[in-house]
């Protein structure tokens, strides 16, 4: 996993324990979710297209959306992700942060390998049905591609489930 891989290069070994983050996690409504849209620009095909939708569906839902945009500081960008209950995003920095900061997190995997993800028991993977997953590349002809093929409703669903959780 992402974890044992950083605690391997520190020499050190992974139990499972927490990100230690040096911010501390501030409670939040889960009725506040963010949503990160974006993913660096060599990882075009971990982008899902579908969030304006979803976005719509979950204010219709009487759900506080507030989506992510670029800070020129760390530290807002993290107050930002730490204004929120729930987190949707695909496998990015946002993703980290927000399990980091103990938010419940939905992370949409496509072209990377959810299984190297540790999700601390709050986190909820969305994978792509599609048979080529986890491939890593970073340029793909496939159509639909496995982001294509991530179900909007299945992403919905999961978000209200979060937000209802006490």
Known sequence: TSPEHLFGMFGLECAGQDYV???APRPV???RVGI???ADARW????WGRYPDLIERLRDEGLDVFVFVQRDDLHDFIADVNGCGV???VDTLTMHVALALQKRVIAVFGPTSAPEIHGY???TKVV???ECISCYLRTCDKSPNC???IPLDRLRDEVLRAAGEP
């Open 21 to 23: 983050f040096g911010t």
């Open 29 to 31: 409504s889960r009725r």
């Open 36 to 38: 990160e849209m974006r």
């Open 44 to 47: 075009q095909w971990k982008r």
């Open 87 to 89: 987190v949707v995003t």
């Open 121 to 123: 028991g709050r986190l």
């Open 128 to 130: 792509s049905p599609i």
């Open 147 to 149: 982001m294509d093929l």
